[in-house]
């Protein structure tokens, strides 16, 4: 055995390994360790919401809007997800929120897909367990579910070991595994079986559940196995900045905004719009056929289209739109507004189409309660819970289930059927417009507020 002198003191070279083990981890051991025997006996910090979103914020508006009626309770709120865009300026205005940055992981080595997924969760696990440790003591911590993974399983460690008497609530936007099952598109995959077994195992630690339907709030119970008490479904409304425009700030805008430039006579034309990320859960081909149909009928009025958004397949379907050779009766145009921009433009639309057809069948799109915040009723595909949102021919019209062809031809039908008629699209805008009323604070008082603070 090799030996180490040190005066009057002998040692191993394995003890010297155990010395300078202890030596190095000592510290860390200390750091993680002491705070949670401290923080265990501590008080809640009152009054303070930790939101954590693995994603834009800029692009979560329900996560933002939760920050927002948190810090009118009376909240401190740390808001917590990617900066790849601003959040709204009432947000960062807010001297009761504060924003944290989430670092997004890109695979820039271009790694395969379940080589870089094991990869982004390693290092998330160390990024998000470093932010946490600044919120210890907090009163609820709030998660957008999806995406959550590894954010659930680390966030429930955290409060069990770190601080005990906070409350975690889960917001359900969708499923994990049902998205994960786009990429796979079967649901006896091991990994998407993997993943419904996350959510479902993990679904048990949290004190209160949101949910954005009626129906999802029924899955949860019936098939991840949650309390009904432990439940309340929160639907989305718009936020303060998608209100109704009038008639004259309409025709300016036509008149006068860049994206409406270069089409002679916009005054003349109806307006479509229709909102997307350019991802494969909405299936462009069905609106293109509908709208080559409607460039080909012989009655329809002039349509400008515009498809506002941006994502991986945006070039292919500006690609399709150059194949389909409109003539100057059909106007598609695609483009990315500012957030000050988006609501005033949506506002202008006669009509709005919403592709949406849930992976789930249990969430609903946030894009239509943008068109009815702004009182623009909206032409929808089907799927169980749209119900939820869409009354069919009062604030909007439901394409029916049927094969693709017959899809694109009944949407086609639906839009000629809407624009050129004067009646049916008043009793249609009537209905958006009783939509645009109801509002998303005035919701969460009514349906959360007595929740967070009677608990």
């Known amino acids: 055995m090799d030996y180490a002198y040190f005066g009057e003191f002998v040692l191993s070279k394995k003890w010297l ?8 981890i000592l510290p860390f051991t200390v750091y993680l360790f002491v705070p949670f025997f401290i923080h ?14 693995l994603g834009d914020l800029g692009h979560s508006p329900r996560m933002c809007y939760h920050a927002l009626s948190f810090a009118n309770l009376g909240f401190n709120v740390n808001l917590c997800g990617y900066i790849e865009t601003a959040p709204p300026a009432a947000v960062i205005e807010n001297v009761r929120i504060d924003v944290y940055p989430i670092q997004a992981i890109q695979n820039r080595k271009k790694l395969p897909y379940l080589a870089f997924a094991l990869v982004k969760v390693v290092q998330q696990l160390f990024q998000l367990f470093q932010l946490l440790l600044n919120f210890r003591g907090n009163e609820f911590f709030v998660v957008q579910n999806p995406p959550s993974m590894p954010l659930l399983a680390v966030l429930i460690v955290f409060i069990k070991l770190f601080t005990p008497r906070s409350k975690l609530v889960i917001d359900w936007h969708n499923l994990n595994y049902s998205i994960l099952n786009l990429r796979f598109k079967n649901l006896q995959h ?35 196995g949650v309390k009904n008490s432990s439940i309340v479904t929160l639907h989305d409304r718009p936020g303060p900045q ?3 425009i009038s008639e004259s700030k309409a025709l300016e805008l036509k008149s006068q905004h860049e994206v409406f430039a270069a089409v002679p006579h916009i005054e003349n034309y109806k307006v479509l719009v229709t909102a997307t990320s350019f991802t494969p859960d909405e299936d462009f081909d069905i609106l293109l056929g509908a709208l080559k149909l409607y460039h080909d009928s012989a009655n329809s009025p002039p349509l400008f289209v515009l498809v506002t958004g941006k994502g991986p397949m945006k070039s292919q379907f500006l690609s399709r739109v150059a194949e389909l050779a409109f003539l100057e009766k059909l106007v598609v145009k695609s483009a990315w507004l500012s957030a000050e ?19 789930s069948g249990i969430d609903l ?13 909206v032409v929808t595909l089907s799927f169980p819970a749209i119900g939820e949102l869409v009354k069919d021919g ?5 394409v ?3 094969e693709n062809g017959a899809i694109t031809e009944e949407l086609y039908d639906l839009i000629a059927t809407a624009l050129g008629d004067k009646t049916l699209l008043a009793t249609l805008k009537k209905g958006a417009m009783a939509e645009s009323e109801m509002r998303w604070n005035e919701n969460w008082i009514k349906v959360l507020a007595p929740v967070v603070e009677g608990h």
């Open 17 to 24: 390994f155990w010395l300078a083990f202890a030596y190095f």
């Open 40 to 53: 265990r006996k501590s008080v809640l910090t009152r009054k303070t919401v930790t939101i954590l979103v």
């Open 190 to 224: 091991p990994l998407v079986r993997l993943m419904r077994l996350y959510e479902r195992f993990l679904s048990r630690y949290a004190w209160l559940h949101i949910t954005v339907t009626h129906q999802m709030k029924h899955f949860l119970s019936t098939e991840f």
């Open 242 to 244: 998608f209100t109704p």
């Open 341 to 359: 921009d988006y609501p005033c433009i949506l506002g202008v639309a006669d009509l709005a189409v919403s592709l949406h057809t849930s992976l």
């Open 365 to 377: 799109p946030m894009k239509i309660v943008d068109f009815f915040g702004v009182g623009v009723p």
């Open 394 to 398: 009062v604030n909007g019209l439901v």
């Open 400 to 402: 029916k289930e049927s």
